[in-house]
């Protein structure tokens, strides 16, 4: 059974619960980076079970994920109340052909993407951080609950990619 919008919130935002998520978001490439290091990468392509994406998949998500949250932000900054779209990952995981691209090149996008996105959060006033969007399945996030989101999001994938990474018992 799959989680309602409002569970997924619970779960992403618990990753980042009691901690900074720009300060969080700045170490997420770094991480990755270290994650995959030495692993070959045909392990890194090699999905854990039918239905569910490889490492090289996540990092290929993670790095489209930041493109979209560029747009999110400024198209909430440029007109308050903005209706912002949900995507289908899946549909985007194909069409993006994410089980083929280069893992190590999918993290060059995300940490250029990133950067940019956190130079642009250090620009902000205090007042825009408050400035919201209406999410078509989660409602109205301000700039502030998506800079948590995505830092939950790095996190939930993270450790989604360690799983994946251990060693078999």
């Given at each position: 059974m799959s989680e309602t919008a409002q569970q997924y919130s619970q779960r992403i935002l618990g990753h980042i619960e009691g901690k900074d998520a720009l300060k969080s978001q700045s170490v997420a490439a770094k991480k990755?980076?270290?994650?995959?290091?030495?692993?070959?990468?045909?392990?890194?392509?090699?999905?854990?079970a039918p239905d569910k994406w490889s490492v090289g998949e996540i990092l290929a998500h993670l790095a489209d994920a930041e493109i979209v949250i560029a747009w999110r932000v400024r198209a909430i900054l440029g007109a308050p109340g903005t209706p912002i779209q949900a995507y289908d990952q899946d549909a985007w995981a194909a069409v993006g052909n994410y089980a083929k691209r280069d893992p190590r090149k999918s993290i060059v996008q995300f940490r250029a993407m990133r950067d940019a996105n956190l130079a642009f959060y250090k620009s902000l006033r205090p007042e825009q951080w408050k400035q919201s969007?209406?999410?078509s399945e989660r409602g109205e996030e301000s700039i502030e609950r998506i800079a948590q989101m995505i830092a939950g999001h790095d996190i939930n994938h993270i450790l989604q990619m360690e799983r994946i990474l251990a060693p078999k018992k």
């Open positions: 990755l980076e270290r994650l995959i290091k030495g692993v070959p990468a045909s392990k890194l392509r090699k999905r854990p969007g209406l999410h």
